[in-house]
Structures are given as C-alpha cells and as structure tokens.
C-alpha cells in the first residue's frame, strides 16, 4: 500500500490538506498527517517515498498517483529550500506525526529529559549557560542566567511558564513547533522543571490558534505519565497582544487583566502568584531537549555569530515568493534570506522594505541587505531580530500608512498603565494623519506655542510637524514600561527616515487661508 | 434557579480549584453564551468572591469577550502587517459588500499564516491565499 505524508499543519490545511487526505484514503492509500516541512509556498505538500508533490489540488491526486503530476518538485531533503537549512529546533519538521509518542521516541525524543533527571539541576543549568541560548521570543535574554536565579530563588512552588503568546504579524514558528512537535516544547519545560525545582507549568496560548490548542491539550494528555511528578496545562488567552509581554501575561494566568508590572521585582524571583517563574518562549524551551541530549558546549554553541548563539528559526512572510519556515545558524544577511532564500517578492515587483521582527520591528531598506541577523549587529542598526519574523513589501506598499498602522495597532493594544503608550500612540496616527495632510491648520484648539513648536497664529508645517513626531517616539521609546510601546517608535521612524516621500508627498501643503 | 445561573455557576465550579480561574471561566461563558454579560459578571463575582468590578476590569481589558451576544456568524480577517503586504486591504470591500448586515466582519491581528495570506477564520476554520472572489465566497458561506 501507497504511504502517501501530508502535513496536518493549520496552513496545510487551510490550504485544503484535509480534503486531499480524505482523497488519497479513497484511492487505498495509507495517510500518514505529519508536520510541515515549513515550504508553506507549497503546501498542501505531498510526500510519497520522499518525493514531493506541490501545492496539490484534489484535482492532482490522480497524476501525482501515477507518476505524471506537473506538481512534482523532486527529492524534498534535496530541495534548495530545506538542504541549506541547519535544523535543530525543527529537526523533525516534515518527518514525524505531531501527536504519535512513537515517533517522538524514534526520533531521539526524551533523552534530553532522562539526561537531566541524571545530572541534576545544577549540571542542567551550567549545560544551558554553556550552550549560550538566549530567549529566542525577542529580548535574546541569556536563558541559563534567568534558569539559575530561579533556581537559587527561595520558595517552595515555583513555576515554568512557556510564553505561547506569539502575536507578532509575520511570525509562526511558535505555531509551527506547537502543532508540529509538541513534545519537544513539553519535554523542554519538564527539563527546566527539573532545572529550577518548579512543580507547575503552563503553557499560556492565544485564542488564534484553535489548532495549537487541540494539540497541545492531545500531547499533554499522552506524556502526563512520562513529565511525572512535573505538571502542566495549557491556558488559552482571550485577545489581547500586550499579553505576550511576560509580566502582563503572569497578571493575565493570575486571572486580571493583562496590564504590565514594573521590574523589578523580575519574574524570576516574583512571577505568577508571587513565585519564583521561569518565563521562556516556545522555541527557547523547544530548543532546550537538543542541548540537554548532545551536551551545551557542543553542536549549538558551535554555530552562531558572535555572541548568538545556535540557530534562529526565520519565518519568511508577508508578499515573498517562497514563504515559510527557515532554520538557520544566526550570521545569515537580509538579502540572502530575501532574495536567494525567499526567491524575492511573490507579486514580482521590486522590494520596497523588509519589516523584521514583527509590528515593533524596524522597516529596513533593500540597502541595507548586507546587515547580518545577529542581535547586536540589529541592535547597533537601530532594528531588532525580534522572534525572526521578516515580511516583505513590494513597491506598491505605503510606508507612511504602515507608520500610521504602527501606531494604530499600538493604541488598540495598549495595555493602558503608562502614558507614553496610551495617549502618545493616539497622538502619533494624529500627527501621522496631520504629516500626510500636509501639516497642521490653523483651527484655534492650538493655543500653546511655548509648549509645541507651533507658532502661534499659522499652524504647523510638515516639517514641525515631523519634528514633533520624532520627539513623541523618543518619548514613547525611553518613557513606556514595555516594548509595545517602547518599541513602536521603531517601524514609525525607519519608516520615516527611508520613504520621507510616503507621508509628506503625497499631498501637497495646503494653503494657509485668512 | 435561572438555566444560565446554573450553567454559569457549573462552568465557575469546574475551574474554581485552578491557580488564577477567572480566564478559564470568562473563555467558557463567553464560548457558552456568545457573551459575557453584565448578568454572567455579577454571579461570576460572587462565586469566586471578587467585586463586580474586579470581573467587569478584566473582561472589558479582553477583545474576546463580548457585552452582547451576536447571533451573526463571525468572519474574522486578518489585517496586520504581513496579509496587508499580500493585499488584504484591497478586498476587505469585497468582504464587506457580501456580508450586508447578516455576517459580521472582524478585524483580527494575525492568524499565524503570514506567509500564505491574506488570511482569515470563520468558527475553527482558516482559510489562505484569499482574493476578492473567493472571500466573498467565504463571507456568503459563513
């Protein structure tokens, strides 16, 4: 009988992979639904004897059967896409079945779990310092640093709470590893369980991902008896952004509302109900099961660039032609995973901007292609890695209006404790939408001139008006109590600094009547 | 005893032992009413022993949860910045013009499917690569 692999991934099967199941089932073939190989360009893939089939109709399941399918795109681990890629993360994307317990084990699952329980918790958190992982959800803070001050935190409950929040536009890899290998994530949290002492561990999910949630609940039903006495659960969110912010999430499992605490106390020693927490993305605690199997000072720590360390699993998104997932050590330039790697913009225009890191992220310029992913470099560029999203624009996009959106998205996500964010996000789409207007009218509510740098009687300029934005974003950036609004500022100015042309000429300054 | 005062004081008896219940309970009203109204914020109060405004704080922070219930069906269309590169914006009126006052529109910020989109949900359901023609169709079979 046929074995005929495709992915039951969420995109796959939006993409119609369940229906092609039910069609090879009909034709007598054996369906294995395994996870995405991440080629999402192609999905819904079909796999038969290691060849791939894609993206596959109902229409195609006869040819692809007989031999003579127009779809076929050859061996898939010879695949440009997957053979330039150092897996370690996702190293059973496309192979395994999500939720068979036999096909994790098969896979090397556990080992990393039954190494620690023999080292103990002092030797797993030196081999995680040793490693040199950092937080793999957007700060890169090193995790066996925040893994020891748990562990040598006084308490006696502590907790291991994975940050599933992943709300960041152009970012699935958190998805990807939670519908495609969700023991890799469970086993990770049961090591850093053994790590810190913690009895308790959830995995706090947002409410879009209806998927990730079945499997999660499924896989953590299947392994109870293998994390034992380590417990976990899942806790689905209710649609707020602010909360993958770690300490507005702690508020939110706490039962309040998601609003951001001030650090210190860090959630290390103060975290959910007041106990010593380790808060850890998806895929930093995925990441965790590999080094604790091979040894921290070996394989991960000998890939990177600089100080970081290891792989970065980059989601190439947004209007690119080979959209998906890409795992791959950190020292990758931009225009390498832009134009070789992601074949360039899908619609076949020019690239216009890269927005890298999700809604906070800078909108970098197809000049600065050279920039290396690694967080300093980023860093020094005025630009961050963020969780390795990048989404790319073709020449059609407005980048004045992706500012304005920025900005937008910021308001109506403010979790509303610090002012910065609250009310200057409000006021920046104002004086985005006065930019784009062409300044400020004379309208008499503007009565404050030594404050503003308005002159009294005739209104603001474009240009007064650009100044008074850039000052609000230095504000929001150095004021706010958390990223969503210290980070804003980001996509707004690059914006502003590479496409000036998208919010001042688009119209021409109006006149000035009396 | 009303059949929703039962079924809301069930829902808070099930989660009542959990670290931090109140999510738990909101998600469960809300899936089991379409809302969680001013009605469902006081008996939840008084079974986990807050105020009606410690309740009311929190469910009104969340966009999930809903004052009134809406019998309409639900399409959601994702609108940040990655479908927005793929052209979302560009159909949103075709989406719109199919709905007419039975279906609801919602705006939601990413589905997860950044690299296929533009994108959308209706109940579990997601749907990829959409264009003005096959959202309609989306909406007209919501």
Redesign the interface.
């Known amino acids: 009988m046929t074995l005929v692999k495709i992915s039951d991934d969420a995109l796959a099967r939006a993409g119609g992979a369940d229906r092609l199941a039910a069609a090879f089932e009909a034709k007598g073939c054996e369906v294995h639904r395994v996870s995405s190989w991440g080629m999402h360009w192609l999905e819904p893939l079909v796999e038969i004897d290691g060849q791939g089939f894609g993206p596959a109709t109902l229409a195609d399941v006869e040819a692809i059967l007989a031999g003579t399918s127009d779809k076929a795109i050859g061996t898939i681990t010879e695949h440009p896409f997957i053979a330039g890629q150092v897996r370690y993360t996702f190293a059973r994307a496309g192979k395994t079945r999500p939720l068979s317990m036999e096909d994790y084990a098969a896979t090397g699952g556990w080992a990393g779990l039954t190494r620690a329980r023999q080292i103990g918790s002092e030797a797993i958190v030196a081999e995680v310092t040793a490693s040199g992982l950092r937080g793999r959800g957007g700060a890169g803070f090193p995790t066996g640093i925040k893994w020891d001050t748990v562990r040598k935190a006084p308490g006696d409950r502590k907790y291991i709470v994975c940050n599933a929040d992943e709300g960041d536009s152009g970012t699935f890899a958190d998805r990807a590893l939670m519908e495609g290998d969700p023991f890799a994530l469970i086993e990770g949290m049961a090591i850093a369980a053994n790590a810190v002492g913690a009895q308790q561990g959830y995995i706090y999910l947002r409410s879009e991902y209806p998927d990730a949630i079945r499997k999660l609940n499924a896989a953590l039903d299947l392994c109870a008896d293998i994390i034992a006495p380590f417990k976990c659960e899942v806790r689905v969110g209710a649609g707020a952004y602010v909360c993958g912010e770690e300490t507005s999430l702690l508020n939110s499992l706490e039962g309040k509302r998601g609003e951001v605490r001030a650090k210190p106390p860090l959630p290390a020693l103060e975290g959910f109900l007041g106990s010593p927490t380790v808060v850890n993305n998806v895929l930093s605690l995925a990441a965790v099961p590999h080094i604790l199997t091979e040894g921290g000072s070996s394989a991960y720590q000998n890939i990177g660039f600089g100080r970081s360390r290891g792989t970065m699993p980059i989601q190439l998104a947004g209007n690119i032609r080979h959209g998906g997932l890409y795992e791959i050590g950190f020292g990758v330039t931009l225009g390498q995973l832009v134009n070789d790697i992601g074949g360039g913009t899908a619609s076949g225009r020019p690239v216009k901007a890269v927005q890298v890191g999700g809604p906070l992220g800078a909108y970098l310029h197809p000049d600065q292609f050279d920039i290396v992913f690694d967080y300093e470099t980023y860093t020094a560029a005025d630009a961050l890695i963020g969780h390795g999203g990048i989404t790319v624009f073709d020449d059609t996009a407005d980048m004045g209006a992706m500012a304005r959106f920025a900005m937008e998205f910021c308001a109506a996500e403010s979790c509303g404790k610090c002012t910065p964010c609250r009310i200057g996000a409000v006021r920046g789409v104002e004086i985005i939408d006065r930019i784009r207007a062409g300044g400020r009218q004379r309208d008499g509510v503007e009565v404050l001139p030594q404050i503003h740098n308005a002159p009294k009687d005739a209104g603001r300029e474009a240009a007064q008006e650009i100044g008074l934005l850039t000052d609000l974003c230095e504000t929001m950036k150095f004021g706010s109590l958390c990223a969503l609004g210290g980070f804003t500022p980001y996509p707004v100015m690059s914006a502003l600094k590479n496409w000036p042309e998208d919010f001042t000429g688009r119209s021409s300054l109006p006149e000035v009547t009396e | 005893m009303s059949d929703k005062s039962t079924r809301i004081g069930e829902i808070v008896a099930l989660h009542h032992h959990r670290?931090?219940?109140?999510?738990?309970i909101?998600?469960d009203v809300?899936a089991a009413f379409g809302c969680v109204d001013a009605e469902a914020e006081a008996l939840i109060a008084k079974g986990l022993n807050l105020s009606r405004a410690d309740v009311h704080?929190?469910v009104s922070?969340?966009?999930?949860?809903k004052p009134q219930a809406d019998a309409r069906p639900v399409v959601q269309v994702?609108r940040?910045?990655?479908?927005?590169?793929?052209g979302v914006e560009a159909i949103v009126a075709a989406a719109e013009a199919a709905a007419g006052a039975r279906v609801k529109i919602e705006t939601?910020?990413?589905?997860?499917?950044?690299?296929?989109?533009p994108?959308a949900?209706t109940g579990?359901?997601?749907?990829?690569?959409l264009d003005a023609q096959s959202i309609a169709e989306l909406v007209e079979n919501a």
């Not at chain 2, 670290?19 to 738990?24: I, N």
């Not at chain 2, 922070?61 to 949860?65: A, L, M, N, T």
């Open positions: 670290e931090g219940p109140l999510l738990p909101l998600n809300q704080g929190v922070f969340y966009h999930d949860y994702c940040a910045e990655a479908c927005k590169a793929r939601v910020y990413c589905l997860g499917l950044c690299s296929a989109g994108a949900r579990d359901d997601l749907h990829i690569r």
